[in-house]
């Protein structure tokens, strides 16, 4: 059975969009209730609810799970393939957007909207994927689950939650990355540093005194916005940003003053692609006199953490050829002088062979202890397996794209919650990567692209040929 995917995909493309819409404009950016209803917040709920509609609607088998996760299942046998998506957001600042990023718009001819490009969008071309096969009176020889969760972005409690009770799928895929394919994925690992106040001495006298710094909105952001409240002399502050040809911030003083770094965003797992304004900000409050605890803090943000995404300065570099480098986001900072807390939240992507751990625990530094809450561990599967070469086969039709290879990234995606899981699409190579940024888009061509890939890889793995 010959089927055009991308002419069958033009039939759908209005009704596509229209759902899309509707789950785009759900603020589902995670909000711990802790209520059994609302386990992450309201919007994470509904964004839940209104995919596992979608399902309800179109006559498949849906089940909600612990309201944090669900399915939709589409398909027959004994085998289960799974995609897995997710429709949590991280947060939007309205200011830094042209548009609302909870009400999306099509502006020539890309989608902006938050979670469009991760992970709404992709997940919703996987759905239309297989609503298209099923419609299409394909023969399954599996069942394909289209699994969403509402935790992605924070800790994948939802899917931990799912697989509690739910089947595990033999293999499959997440829409939730890079083409042409994502075939292993460096060890994760969350930690902090902080810092050890000291009492301050009544002779000491320093010309600023830190009364707070703040800056991050998670730690897999690399933060594009630094605050600091201090007091002192602003006319010698102001004198000392000219002398130091500092650029994009603001100043204001009402009770004290208040200093503001821009930088640029990134995501976590490339660290390298941002401008961390924390660290920057930390950098020149360096050349001030300052009291003595928030010295402490900015000399090692400043001294170790600065223009390093790859660990050099605490001596936590990594590399092979296998997985590459180990990177470092420092995501989320706070420092407040009157309740003597100050702490730096650390995101590390690095390979399967390199005890992190262990480097952490050797740490010795003078004035900050080092909390390692969370690790996971690399995920892998054989470049040369079967699921890994169709996939990347379709994927070469539809793009004659040869030049691009399958790789490993140092992003987690639900890939690694499936024994034999990859991360396929939806960003294409030559488009830019506004994950986790301000107007973040998606071409509608990429879009539907995408629905016509997925179609013909799960008709490839899922249906029987004659």
Known sequence: ??????DEVKKYEEDLISDLFELLKINSYLKEEKSKEYPFGIGPRKALDKILSFGKRDGYKVKNVGNVSGHIEIGEGD????????????PANPDEWESDPFNPEVRDGKIFARGVLDDKGPTMAAYYAIKILDNLNVKWNKRVRLIVGTDEEVGFRCVKRYFETEEIPEEGFTPDALYPLIYGEKAQCNFRYILKFEEESKNEENEYKILSFE???AKNIVPDKAVVKLEGNIDNLKNKLKECAIENYELSKKDFIILKFSGQAAHGSTPE???NAATKLAKFLCTLSLDKNA???????ASR??????????ELNYEDNEMGRATYNYGIFYYNSKERKAIIEADSRFPAKFNLIEKLKK???????????????AHYVPKEDDLVQTLLSVYRKYTNDYKNDAMVIGGGTYARCMKKGVAFGALLPDREDTMHQANEHMYIEDLLLSVAIYAESIYKICCKKN
């Open 295 to 301: 010295k402490n803090y900015m000399k090692f943000i």
């Open 363 to 377: 740490l010795n530094l003078k004035n900050f202890n080092v909390d390692v809450y969370s690790n996971k561990s």
């Open 1 to 6: 059975m010959e089927i055009n995917f991308k």
């Open 79 to 90: 085998e289960l393939f799974g995609i897995l998506g997710h429709v949590d957001v991280v």
């Open 215 to 217: 800056s991050g909105l």
């Open 273 to 275: 692609l941002g401008m």
């Open 305 to 314: 953490l600065d223009s390093d995404p790859f660990g050099n300065n605490l």
